[in-house]
Structure formats: C-alpha cells, structure tokens
C-alpha cells in the first residue's frame, strides 16, 4: 500500500514538472524565434544565472535535505504544533537572508557580472593552478576574450531587474517543501507555469516591435512578475492543509536548530555546485558568440528527463523515506527497499532519453526550438551539446536519489564532500575538453560547448560511484542488476532504430512532422521491446492502461 501510494506521489510530481518544463520549452521556444542565439539572448540567459544562484542556494534542493526530512518526519510522530512553529522559523530565517542577499545582489552586481561573465583576467585566475599544463598560446588568448563591454552592460541591468524575483523563488521553494511533506505534489511543481505564463507573455507581446536589448529588459521584469506569482498560486492550499504556520523568530527550538545544522552542509554543497555553473558560465564567454544562450537551450532540454523522472521519484521518495520508523536494521531495510525501486523507475525512463538524445536529438531540438531567428545550423549546434551531456545524464539522476537517501538519514555532509570532488573535476576537464581538446582534434571551437556537457558528465558518474559506496556501507548492498540494464539498452537502441526509419522513410524538412513521425516510432518501439523483454515497469504500465481502457 505504501508503494502504491509512493507511486501516485510520483506520478503527480511527473505531471507537475512535465506540465511546467512543457511551459519552459515553449518559452525557449519563443525566445529562440525572437532573440535565437545572438548576444542580447546570451546577455539574458548569463544574466538570469548570476541571481538564479539564490534560488538554488536557498531553494528546493536545500530545503530537500534539511527542512523536508525534519518537517515531515516531526508530522509522522503526531507534532503538529512543533511542525507548524518550525515551518514559520526556516520561513523567517529564509526571509532574512534572501532580502539581504537580494539587496547585495542589485547593489554589487556590476562587480558580479566582472567576475562571472568578465574578460579574459577573469577565467586566467580560474584556470592559474593548471597553467603549466596548457600551452602558453591558450593563456594569451584568455587576455583577449571573454564578454564585450556592449554586454557586460546590458548583463549588469538585467541582474539588478532579476534579483528580487530569485528571492521570491526562495519563498516558492519553502511552500513545496511543506506541501510536499503533507503529500501535496501536484501544485508545487505546476506553480511555474505561472512564471513561465507572464514571461511568455511578454515576448509575445513585445518581440515583434522592441530591438532586442530591450526585448530582454523587458522579459527580466516580466520574470519578476512571474516569480511573483509562482509564490501566491501556492498559498491558499498551503493555508488550507497547515493553517497553523505564522512567521516567527524561535530559532532555538531543537527541530529548528536541527535544520539549521543540515542546512549549514545542505548549503555548502548547493554553493559548490553554483561554483561549478557559474566557472561553465566564464568558460561558455569565451567561447564563440551564441554558445551561452545554446547552452541555455540545451539544458532546458537535457534537465527535462532529469526532472520528469529523477526528482518526481526523488521528490515523492524523500518524505516517505523521512518517515520511516524502527531499529536502524529495520530502517536500513526499508530504504533498500524503496531504492532499489525507486533506481529501476528511473533507469526505465532515462536510458531512452539517452539513446534518444544521440540518434535523434537534432530532431527534438527542431521541434522545440526551429523556429524565427533559429535556424538549422543552430539545431545541429544544441544537438551537439546534448550528445555531450548524455554522457552523465543516467548517473546524475540517479545520484539525485542517493542523495535523496543520505538527507532522510539526517546526513548532508557526505553528499557535499562528494560533491566538492566533482566541482573539482569538472573544473579540471571543463577547460581541457571545451578549449584544448577541439583542437587536438580538429573540431570546430564551437564544440567547445558540447565538452563542458561532456566533461560534467564523467565528473557526474564519479560523484555517483562514491555515493553508492557509501550508501553500501550504512544500509547494505543496492543497485541495478546487469541484467536488467541491459535489457533496457536493448530496446532503446532497436525503438531509436525505429525512430531513425521513420526519418528516411518519410522525408521532410518541417521539424514537428519529422519530430512527430520519428518520435512515436521510437516511443511506441520502446514500450513493445520493453513488453516483450517482459521489463517490470513495462509490463505494470501496460496492465494500467488496459484496465483503465477496460481491455
């Protein structure tokens, strides 16, 4: 029953986040028929990263680890007065330090726009400790590259526009971590359709008659607005299943000053992974023109998979994982349990996303993006930095639900001394594989891009390699069988197989006729092979939709 139940949780996660990464795309869509891949659009998108790092600071992913697993697992025991007192602390804690944070943020942010998004000074500090390592030619050239003054200007402006909307995401974020402990999934992932709602809005209203420096002015306070509004579609349920939470300042209940101290690591942690996006960000400035904002439009298509199935399981798992009572031994069996499960829903969804990405990914970047100012050329070019970041998409999401584990153990330190070591890998392999390797290759320096995908993605399978290690010590052996992964390759290369026919067979330059002849092949390929090879989750998905069709 419990499964059964985690399972629905799931499911409603999956369709809160497929709903509101639908949104993204056809947000990015618009923005790529307005904007494409040009130096106004790289502007926006450099500059959205620089605020979006409080979002991710104090968002979802920390509150994940240190309020979610204390909030919901005080609930379990029949505290309702003690959850609601702690929800109304970490409100206030978060509600100090954001508007500190914001207001840092708009006053210094042309010193943090020299920093993240500057010259060539900028990324020759970064990349000094491995000097000696590159050829002297690389070192010159960092002197000479890096963002225009035209657009370092134009970034400053949208920072200081965009800082207050990441600080009411933070508010967003506190609202899923409680709706989600009281099994409320849907709303809290479908409330950024209301963000993306405003911005597209505002594109489709002034795309066609403002250039497009002022196109992307007027996006960034339209994605205030929608923050905004992000934040108040979820409060009224959130009145409703815990009416009893106020603001309030004591900071020294035990629950709270337990969450404090998880968020101390949870935060250290999320801070070195924004160390890690924002050395991509300098790295993706010197590199040619158009390669922040294809970055930005691959990773919209990349994180789709991730986020559809990688957090939804996630996301539904860590409450229920939080809650779990009993000796340690007992415990130790039940997270076993549910992650072996949880691991085998995943890879179920995510290798063909894999296999789709390489055989097809020119495809579903033409549906999604081939529009207006985004031609071919740019297609191929998204298509080519999604190859790169197939290379670790498997091991990030499943990573995602190891962690997932550590934080329902109470433990956030192990996933953040991991993670120190694949920022620092990937720091490493980022400036070999985006500047050096091309070369030594005699690629096209714009594949520079698909390296830092690529090279994120090996630092990615070391971080998951340690965290199931470590997992293995605390509550036994887990994993996914051989047997079964192979299973799933099987049929994701015979559906990609199927996927490549239909695009010979029926020849056409239109991109959603292609996208949809190609694509329902390969997803139809899929759910037959994996019938066939008689898959478990195949086969449960099937007997669901024959007794809702009454077949």
């Not at 900071?251 to 998880?262: C, D, E």
Request: hydrophobic share 55%.
């Amino acid at each position: 029953m419990a499964e059964e139940q985690t399972g629905q949780a799931a499911f409603l996660v999956g369709a809160g986040i497929f709903a509101s990464k639908l949104a993204g795309l056809v947000r990015q869509r618009v923005f790529a028929h307005y904007l494409g891949a040009s130096l106004a659009n790289d502007a926006f998108q450099g500059a959205f990263r620089i605020p979006n790092m409080l979002q991710n600071l104090f968002g979802e992913g920390v509150l994940s680890a240190s309020f979610i697993p204390e909030y919901a697992g005080t609930l379990a025991r029949g505290e309702k007065r003690e959850a609601a007192e702690l929800a109304g602390a970490v409100f206030t804690a978060l509600a100090l330090v954001a508007s500190l944070i914001v207001l840092i943020g708009v006053l210094a942010a042309p010193q943090l726009v020299g920093i993240l998004a500057g010259g060539g000074s900028t990324l020759s500090q970064i990349v000094h400790p491995f000097a000696r390592f590159l050829p002297s030619s690389f070192i010159q050239w960092l002197a000479v590259t890096g963002a225009t003054p035209e657009e370092d200007a134009l970034t400053t402006t949208l920072v200081r526009i965009l800082f207050p909307g990441a600080g009411l995401l933070v508010f967003s974020a506190w609202c899923l971590g409680v709706l989600n402990a009281h099994r409320k999934f849907l709303l809290s992932y479908m409330a950024p359709l209301a963000w993306n709602a405003v911005i597209i809005g505002a594109l489709l209203v002034y795309g066609s008659h403002r250039t497009a420096p002022d196109l992307v002015v007027a996006v960034a306070w339209a994605s205030v607005l929608g923050s905004a509004a992000q934040f108040m579609v979820q409060l009224p349920t959130l009145r409703r299943v815990a009416p009893a939470i106020v603001p309030n300042f004591k900071f020294g209940l035990p629950g709270v000053r337990r969450v404090f101290k998880q968020f101390t690591s949870a935060f250290l942690s999320r801070g070195v992974v924004q160390i890690s996006a924002f050395i991509d960000l300098a790295l993706a400035y010197h590199l040619p023109i158009g390669t922040v904002s294809s970055l930005a439009y691959a990773q919209t298509l990349y994180i789709l998979p991730g986020s559809l199935f990688g957090m939804s399981v996630s996301a539904a798992e860590l409450p229920a994982m939080s809650s779990a009572l009993g000796t340690p031994e007992e415990i130790a069996a039940q997270l076993r349990v549910r992650l072996n499960a949880g691991m085998e829903r995943i890879a179920f969804f995510i290798v063909p996303c894999v296999i789709g990405f390489l055989a097809l990914g020119d495809i579903v970047t033409g549906a999604f993006l081939q529009t207006g100012a985004f031609k071919r050329a740019n297609t191929v070019w998204v298509w080519e930095i999604l190859i790169g970041s197939t290379v670790g998409l498997l091991a990030s999401t499943l990573g995602r639900l190891d962690s997932s584990t550590y934080y329902a153990l109470r433990d956030t330190r192990t996933p953040l001394k991991f993670a120190i070591i694949r920022i620092a890998l990937t720091t490493v392999l980022g400036v070999i594989f985006a500047f050096q390797l091309p070369g030594w290759l005699g690629l096209d320096p714009k594949l520079g891009a698909a390296g830092l995908t690529a090279s994120a993605g090996i630092a990615g399978w070391v971080e998951f390699i340690l965290l199931r290690r470590g997992l293995t010590k605390r509550i036994g052996r887990t994993g996914l069988s051989v047997r079964y992964v192979v299973k799933l390759w099987i049929a994701g290369l015979g559906a990609a197989a199927l996927g490549t026919l239909g695009r010979f067979l029926v020849p056409t330059s239109r991109p959603l006729v292609l996208a949809a002849i190609s694509l329902s092949a390969f997803a139809l390929g899929y759910a037959v092979f994996t019938v066939a090879l008689r898959i478990p989750e195949a086969s449960m998905l099937a007997s669901k939709l024959r007794r809702r069709s009454g077949v």
